[in-house]
C-alpha cells in the first residue's frame, strides 16, 4: 500500500515542497505540493528524482571504523569510541587548534547542519575551521559585513514585483538560484518580463537564463567589479544617483563618488571587453527603472575581485534608492531570526582577527580560506602546530576545492579523520571513522538558512516522510554524539547537548530587555517546550523567541512548533517588507557605503584596469541535473547533457585545430584534465567551461555509477594561490589557462609541438 508524505526537497537553495509518495519505507515517487504556501507545486527533474537520490543503493548502512588500514563496517558505539580515542589525544597534546572543522555545502540543506556546528565548533574552540564558503558566497559576507554591520544581512532581489533585475553570474534557470530562494525562479523571471520588466544578464556564457534576457552582456571573466565600478560612476557623473529614503542612513556617499572617479565606462571598457556606450545605458536603465535589483552569484564571487564585485551590487542598488524598497532588494525576515533589537550602533565587523598559520591569510567570519586547508596541514611551521586531526561534515573538498591531488596526500598524513557523510568518496574514503547520517526521507527539515533569505517570508517544518529504518541514527544524534566525542564527553546522553543550548539561550533571553521573555524564569520556560525530540525542540524555542513568536505566550497568536505542525503546508509571513534601520550592527548605525577594508582593495582593482589577459580564461557552469559533487551517482541525473566537457568557442577550436568531441588537454597552475571538447558559440571567444564535482575515478570510493562516467576535477586546475584577499574566497572563474589537443601532446606531455598549447589572441 502507498501512502504520500509531504518533504522540503534539500536538493538545491529554492526549498520546494514535495509530495512524496511512499511504498513501504521506499520513495517511489515525487511531485510538486500544490498547496506548499511557497513553492505552490513547482518541481525540478533534481527533485523529481527524489527518490532515486533518497534510495542510492551506495549510501552506506552502517558506520565504517579503519583497522588494520581498512575501512570495515562497524556498530555506532564503536564509531563514536573510535572517535573519541582518535580526536582527544590531538586536543590534548598539540591543543585545540590542532584539530580541523571541515563544514561542506549540505550542512545548510540539513536541520543537523544548522543546529550542532556552530555547538561542536563553540565546544572545540579550534580557529581551524574551513567551510564551503569560501569556495562561493564569502565575498557577499564580507561585504555585507562591512556596509551593514551584520554578515549573514543579505538584501534579497524582490523577484515577484520588481521592474528590471540586472543579473550577474549566475544562472538561475540551471542552479534553482543562490542567495535568493525562490521556488520557480524560472517562471519569476518570466512574470518579470510578461508584466513589462526587464532582464539584463552579465555572463561570460549564452546560458539558458541569459537566452531568456532583454540584453547579454558577455563581459570577460573577472571584470564585473570593473563594470559595476563604471555604472556608479555614471550615475555620479549624470546625476543620476538618488538615494530616496535611504538618504538618512548612509553615510559615505561622497566619498565612494570620489573613490571611483576614475573609473569610467571608457576606462573599463577595454578590461570588461564592454562597450563604454552599452555601460552608460546599463547604468542609465538601472536609474531609470521605477523599481529595480542588482543581483549577481558565483561568476561575481569566486573571482579576483569578489568582494568589491559584491560591494559594488549593493553600492547600486543603495544609489538607486533600490535597497529595502519592495521591488528593489530587501532583507527577509525569517521566522527562526532573533528577536529584532531597536535600531542603533552595533559592534560592527571585523576582518582578519586572526591569520592561518602557513600563508598568513586573514580569518573571514570566522572562517579560514578552504584553499589553504592542504598547507595547513600538510607544512610545518614555527607559528604552531599543523592540523593533524579532521572533522569533515557535508563536505567534498578533494573535488570542491583547489588541487585535489595535493589535499587527498594531506589527508593521507592526518593523525585522525572523521567524516559525516552518506557516501564513501574522494574525501571520506580517507577517514578514519565514517558516520552515515540517514537519507533525506528518513530527516525531518526546516530551512534555517534558506527562509534568511527566500524572496518571501514564510516557514515550514517536515517531519521524517519515513520512520528512521534500524540501524540508522538521525544525523542530529550522529553530530549530538560527535560532539560529545570531540570534547571529553564521550558516552553522556546526546539530549544533554540541546538541553544545554535550550538552557543557554533561555538564560540569556530572561536578561535582555528586548526579548518577550525578559525577567521570566528559565527553568519554567523550558519545561514549556513541545516537541519529540531535541531539535524539535530547539526548532521549537527559536520560533517562539522569533520575530513573529508567541513570545511563551506573551503574544499568543505567535508562532510555536505546533502551529507550524498544525499548517504541513507551512505558513505564508508575507511580501518582504522595508526593515531599515533596524537591521543595521555598523558601530555608527548607518550604512557605510565606503568602508575602509573596500577602500583599500581599490588600487588592485585599478591595476587591473589595463590587465587583457592574453591567453584562454577558465570559467564554471552547473547543469540542471547536477549538484556540486555528489549527485553523479544517480543514473536519472546523469548522461545527456550533463557531461564533464570543455565548452569552446569554434574560433578557438578552430585556431588550435581542436574538434567537437575531441579530447582536449586543460593545463593550468594546479595541473591538467583532459576532457572532450564541446564546440559551442554559447561560451565567448576567449573563454573555455568546465562543470565543477567530477572526477569519480579514484580508488577507494563507492560511487558505482558515478565511477563509470568520472569525468575530471576541474580544480586540479587550481593551485590555490589565487585568492580575493578580502574574503579568502578562491578564484574558481576567470583562471588562465592553456589549452591543446591531447593528441598533440601525446601522453606523457611535454613531447608534442609547444606551439599546441595554444592561447587566445
Ligand atoms: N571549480 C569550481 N569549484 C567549485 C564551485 C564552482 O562553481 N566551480 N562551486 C563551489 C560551491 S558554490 C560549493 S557550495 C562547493 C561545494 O563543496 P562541498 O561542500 O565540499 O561539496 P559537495 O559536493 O556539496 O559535497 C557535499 C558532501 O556532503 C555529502 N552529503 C550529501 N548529503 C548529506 C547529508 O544529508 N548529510 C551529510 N552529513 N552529508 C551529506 C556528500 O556525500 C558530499 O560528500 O563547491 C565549490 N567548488
Ligand atoms: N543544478 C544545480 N543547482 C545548483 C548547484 C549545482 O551544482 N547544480 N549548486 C548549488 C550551489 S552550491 C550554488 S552556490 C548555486 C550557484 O548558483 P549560480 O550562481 O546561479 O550558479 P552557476 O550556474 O554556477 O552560475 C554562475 C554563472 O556565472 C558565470 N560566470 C563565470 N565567471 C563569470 C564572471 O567573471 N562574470 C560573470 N558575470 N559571470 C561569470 C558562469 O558562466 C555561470 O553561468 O547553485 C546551487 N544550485
Ligand atoms: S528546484 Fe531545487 S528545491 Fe525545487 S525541486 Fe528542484 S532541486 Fe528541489
Ligand atoms: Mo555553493
Given at each position: 500500500?502507498?501512502?504520500?508524505?509531504?518533504?522540503?526537497?534539500?536538493?538545491?537553495?529554492?526549498?520546494?515542497?514535495?509530495?512524496?509518495?511512499?511504498?513501504?519505507?521506499?520513495?517511489?515517487?515525487?511531485?510538486?505540493?500544490?498547496?506548499?504556501?511557497?513553492?505552490?507545486?513547482?518541481?525540478?527533474?533534481?527533485?523529481?528524482?527524489?527518490?532515486?537520490?533518497?534510495?542510492?543503493?551506495?549510501?552506506?548502512?552502517?558506520?565504517?571504523?579503519?583497522?588494520?588500514?581498512?575501512?570495515?563496517?562497524?556498530?555506532?558505539?564503536?564509531?563514536?569510541?573510535?572517535?573519541?580515542?582518535?580526536?582527544?589525544?590531538?586536543?590534548?597534546?598539540?591543543?585545540?587548534?590542532?584539530?580541523?572543522?571541515?563544514?561542506?555545502?549540505?550542512?545548510?540543506?540539513?536541520?543537523?547542519?544548522?543546529?550542532?556546528?556552530?555547538?561542536?565548533?563553540?565546544?572545540?574552540?579550534?580557529?581551524?575551521?574551513?567551510?564551503?564558503?569560501?569556495?562561493?558566497?564569502?565575498?557577499?559576507?564580507?561585504?555585507?559585513?562591512?556596509?551593514?554591520?551584520?554578515?549573514?544581512?543579505?538584501?534579497?532581489?524582490?523577484?515577484?514585483?520588481?521592474?528590471?533585475?540586472?543579473?550577474?553570474?549566475?544562472?538561475?534557470?540551471?542552479?534553482?538560484?543562490?542567495?535568493?530562494?525562490?521556488?520557480?525562479?524560472?517562471?519569476?523571471?518570466?512574470?518579470?518580463?510578461?508584466?513589462?520588466?526587464?532582464?539584463?544578464?552579465?555572463?561570460p556564457?549564452?546560458?539558458?537564463?541569459?537566452?531568456?534576457?532583454?540584453?547579454?552582456l558577455a563581459i570577460r571573466p573577472?571584470t564585473?567589479?570593473?563594470l559595476?565600478?563604471?555604472?556608479?560612476?555614471?550615475?555620479?557623473?549624470?546625476?543620476?544617483?538618488?538615494?530616496?529614503?535611504?538618504?538618512?542612513?548612509?553615510?559615505?556617499?561622497?566619498?565612494?563618488?570620489?573613490?571611483?572617479?576614475?573609473?569610467?565606462?571608457?576606462?573599463v571598457a577595454g578590461a570588461c571587453d564592454v562597450d563604454?556606450?552599452?555601460?552608460?545605458?546599463?547604468?542609465?536603465?538601472?536609474?531609470?527603472?521605477?523599481?529595480?535589483?542588482?543581483?549577481?552569484?558565483?561568476?561575481?564571487?569566486?573571482?579576483?575581485?569578489?568582494?568589491?564585485?559584491?560591494?559594488?551590487?549593493?553600492?547600486?542598488?543603495?544609489?538607486?534608492?533600490?535597497?529595502?524598497?519592495?521591488?528593489?532588494?530587501?532583507?527577509?525576515?525569517?521566522?527562526?531570526?532573533?528577536?529584532?533589537?531597536?535600531?542603533?550602533?552595533?559592534?560592527?565587523?571585523?576582518?582578519?582577527?586572526?591569520?592561518?598559520?602557513?600563508?598568513?591569510?586573514?580569518?573571514?567570519?570566522?572562517?579560514?580560506?578552504?584553499?589553504?586547508?592542504?598547507?595547513?596541514?600538510?607544512?610545518?611551521?614555527?607559528?604552531?602546530?599543523?592540523?593533524?586531526?579532521?572533522?569533515?561534515?557535508?563536505?567534498?573538498?578533494?573535488?570542491?576545492?583547489?588541487?585535489?591531488?595535493?589535499?587527498?596526500?594531506?589527508?593521507?598524513?592526518?593523525?585522525?579523520?572523521?567524516?559525516?557523510?552518506?557516501?564513501?568518496?574522494?574525501?571520506?574514503?580517507?577517514?578514519?571513522?565514517?558516520?552515515?547520517?540517514?537519507?533525506?526521507?528518513?530527516?525531518?527539515?526546516?530551512?534555517?538558512?534558506?527562509?534568511?533569505?527566500?524572496?518571501?517570508?514564510?516557514?515550514?517544518?517536515?517531519?521524517?516522510?519515513?520512520?528512521?529504518?534500524?540501524?540508522?541514527?538521525?544525523?542530529?544524534?550522529?553530530?549530538?554524539?560527535?560532539?560529545?566525542?570531540?570534547?571529553?564527553?564521550?558516552?553522556?546522553?546526546?539530549?544533554?547537548?540541546?538541553?544545554?543550548?535550550?538552557?543557554?539561550?533561555?538564560?540569556?533571553?530572561?536578561?535582555?530587555?528586548?526579548?518577550?521573555?525578559?525577567?521570566?524564569?528559565?527553568?519554567?520556560?523550558?519545561?514549556?517546550?513541545?516537541?519529540?525530540?531535541?531539535?524539535?525542540?530547539?526548532?521549537?524555542?527559536?520560533?517562539?523567541?522569533?520575530?513573529?513568536?508567541?513570545?511563551?505566550?506573551?503574544?499568543?497568536?505567535?508562532?510555536?512548533?505546533?502551529?507550524?505542525?498544525?499548517?504541513?503546508?507551512?505558513?505564508?509571513?508575507?511580501?518582504?517588507?522595508?526593515?531599515?534601520?533596524?537591521?543595521?550592527?555598523?558601530?555608527?548605525?548607518?550604512?557605510?557605503?565606503?568602508?575602509?577594508?573596500?577602500?583599500?582593495?581599490?588600487?588592485?582593482?585599478?591595476?587591473?584596469?589595463?590587465?587583457r589577459?592574453?591567453?584562454?580564461?577558465?570559467?564554471?557552469?552547473?547543469?540542471?541535473?547536477?549538484?556540486?559533487?555528489?549527485?553523479?551517482?544517480?543514473?536519472?541525473?546523469?548522461?545527456?547533457?550533463?557531461?564533464?566537457?570543455?565548452?569552446?568557442?569554434?574560433?578557438?577550436?578552430?585556431?588550435?585545430?581542436?574538434?567537437?568531441?575531441?579530447?582536449?588537454?586543460?593545463?593550468?597552475?594546479?595541473?591538467?584534465?583532459?576532457?572532450?571538447?564541446?564546440?559551442?558559440?554559447?561560451?565567448r571567444p576567449g573563454v573555455?567551461?568546465?562543470?565543477?564535482?567530477?572526477?569519480?575515478?579514484?580508488?577507494?570510493?563507492?560511487?558505482?555509477?558515478?565511477?563509470?562516467?568520472?569525468?575530471?576535477?576541474?580544480?586540479?586546475?587550481?593551485?590555490?594561490?589565487?585568492?580575493?584577499?578580502?574574503?579568502?574566497?578562491?578564484?574558481?572563474?576567470?583562471?588562465?589557462?592553456?589549452?591543446?589537443?591531447?593528441?598533440?601532446?601525446?601522453?606523457?606531455?611535454?613531447?608534442?609541438?609547444?606551439?599546441?598549447?595554444?592561447?587566445?589572441?
Amino acid at each position: 500500500m502507498s501512502r504520500t508524505a509531504l518533504r522540503i526537497c534539500p536538493l538545491c537553495e529554492a526549498t520546494c515542497g514535495l509530495t512524496l509518495t511512499v511504498d513501504g519505507t521506499r520513495v517511489t515517487g515525487a511531485r510538486g505540493d500544490r498547496e506548499d504556501v511557497f513553492s505552490k507545486g513547482f518541481i525540478c527533474p533534481k527533485g523529481a528524482s527524489f527518490g532515486a537520490v533518497d534510495g542510492d543503493p551506495d549510501r552506506l548502512r552502517t558506520p565504517l571504523v579503519r583497522k588494520d588500514g581498512a575501512l570495515r563496517e562497524a556498530t555506532w558505539e564503536e564509531a563514536f569510541d573510535a572517535v573519541a580515542a582518535g580526536l582527544r589525544p590531538v586536543v590534548e597534546r598539540y591543543g585545540a587548534d590542532s584539530v580541523g572543522v571541515v563544514l561542506g555545502n549540505p550542512n545548510v540543506h540539513t536541520m543537523a547542519g544548522a543546529l550542532y556546528p556552530p555547538v561542536l565548533l563553540g565546544a572545540l574552540r579550534t580557529r581551524s575551521l574551513f567551510t564551503a564558503s569560501t569556495v562561493d558566497q564569502m565575498p557577499k559576507h564580507v561585504s555585507s559585513g562591512l556596509l551593514f554591520g551584520d554578515a549573514n544581512a543579505i538584501p534579497v532581489p524582490d523577484l515577484d514585483r520588481t521592474g528590471h533585475l540586472l543579473l550577474i553570474g549566475a544562472n538561475p534557470l540551471e542552479s534553482n538560484g543562490s542567495l535568493c530562494t525562490a521556488p520557480d525562479f524560472p517562471g519569476k523571471l518570466k512574470a518579470l518580463r510578461a508584466r513589462g520588466g526587464t532582464l539584463t544578464v552579465v555572463d561570460p556564457r549564452r546560458t539558458r537564463t541569459a537566452r531568456l534576457a532583454d540584453r547579454h552582456l558577455a563581459i570577460r571573466p573577472g571584470t564585473d567589479a570593473l563594470l559595476l565600478a563604471a555604472m556608479v560612476t555614471v550615475l555620479f557623473e549624470e546625476d543620476l544617483a538618488d538615494l530616496k529614503d535611504l538618504a538618512p542612513h548612509v553615510r559615505g556617499v561622497a566619498e565612494v563618488r570620489e573613490a571611483l572617479r576614475d573609473f569610467t565606462p571608457e576606462a573599463v571598457a577595454g578590461a570588461c571587453d564592454v562597450d563604454a556606450d552599452v555601460i552608460r545605458t546599463l547604468a542609465r536603465e538601472l536609474a531609470a527603472a521605477p523599481t529595480a535589483a542588482v543581483y549577481a552569484r558565483i561568476g561575481s564571487c569566486t573571482v579576483a575581485h569578489g568582494t568589491l564585485a559584491s560591494w559594488l551590487v549593493d553600492v547600486l542598488n543603495i544609489l538607486t534608492g533600490n535597497l529595502d524598497r519592495p521591488g528593489g532588494a530587501l532583507f527577509p525576515q525569517a521566522a527562526t531570526d532573533r528577536t529584532p533589537r531597536p535600531a542603533g550602533p552595533g559592534h560592527g565587523f571585523a576582518l582578519g582577527r586572526w591569520h592561518s598559520r602557513v600563508r598568513r591569510l586573514p580569518e573571514a567570519k570566522g572562517e579560514l580560506p578552504f584553499s589553504a586547508l592542504a598547507e595547513e596541514i600538510d607544512t610545518a611551521t614555527d607559528e604552531g602546530e599543523p592540523v593533524r586531526a579532521l572533522v569533515v561534515v557535508a563536505a567534498n573538498p578533494v573535488l570542491s576545492a583547489p588541487d585535489g591531488d595535493r589535499l587527498d596526500k594531506a589527508l593521507e598524513s592526518l593523525d585522525f579523520m572523521v567524516s559525516v557523510d552518506p557516501y564513501l568518496n574522494e574525501t571520506s574514503r580517507h577517514a578514519d571513522v565514517v558516520l552515515p547520517p540517514p537519507p533525506p526521507a528518513q530527516s525531518p527539515h526546516h530551512d534555517f538558512a534558506f527562509n534568511t533569505l527566500a524572496v518571501r517570508n514564510q516557514v515550514r517544518y517536515t517531519r521524517p516522510a519515513i520512520p528512521l529504518e534500524p540501524g540508522r541514527m538521525a544525523e542530529s544524534e550522529i553530530l549530538a554524539r560527535l560532539i560529545l566525542a570531540a570534547t571529553g564527553m564521550h558516552g553522556a546522553d546526546p539530549a544533554a547537548v540541546d538541553a544545554m543550548v535550550v538552557d543557554q539561550t533561555l538564560a540569556k533571553a530572561v536578561q535582555d530587555p528586548h526579548s518577550p521573555v525578559y525577567g521570566r524564569d528559565p527553568v519554567a520556560l523550558a519545561t514549556q517546550l513541545t516537541g519529540d525530540n531535541g531539535p524539535e525542540r530547539r526548532l521549537d524555542l527559536m520560533l517562539r523567541l522569533g520575530p513573529y513568536g508567541d513570545g511563551f505566550g506573551a503574544r499568543p497568536d505567535g508562532l510555536t512548533l505546533a502551529e507550524l505542525l498544525a499548517h504541513p503546508h507551512g505558513i505564508d509571513l508575507g511580501p518582504l517588507r522595508p526593515r531599515l534601520p533596524q537591521p543595521l550592527k555598523t558601530r555608527s548605525g548607518k550604512i557605510e557605503l565606503l568602508p575602509e577594508p573596500v577602500a583599500g582593495d581599490l588600487p588592485r582593482l585599478r591595476a587591473a584596469l589595463a590587465e587583457r589577459p592574453a591567453g584562454l580564461l577558465l570559467v564554471g557552469r552547473r547543469h540542471l541535473r547536477s549538484n556540486n559533487s555528489w549527485m553523479h551517482n544517480v543514473p536519472a541525473l546523469t548522461g545527456g547533457s550533463n557531461r564533464c566537457t570543455v565548452h569552446i568557442h569554434p574560433e578557438d577550436a578552430a585556431r588550435l585545430g581542436v574538434r567537437d568531441g575531441a579530447d582536449v588537454r586543460v593545463k593550468g597552475a594546479g595541473g591538467e584534465v583532459t576532457a572532450p571538447a564541446e564546440v559551442t558559440d554559447s561560451v565567448r571567444p576567449g573563454v573555455v567551461s568546465i562543470p565543477h564535482g567530477w572526477g569519480h575515478d579514484r580508488p577507494g570510493t563507492r560511487l558505482t555509477h558515478a565511477a563509470t562516467a568520472p569525468g575530471v576535477n576541474v580544480n586540479q586546475l587550481l593551485d590555490g594561490s589565487l585568492l580575493d584577499p578580502l574574503s579568502g574566497t578562491a578564484v574558481l572563474n576567470g583562471v588562465p589557462v592553456e589549452v591543446a589537443v591531447a593528441a598533440d601532446l601525446g601522453d606523457g606531455g611535454g613531447g608534442g609541438p609547444q606551439g599546441a598549447l595554444g592561447v587566445a589572441p
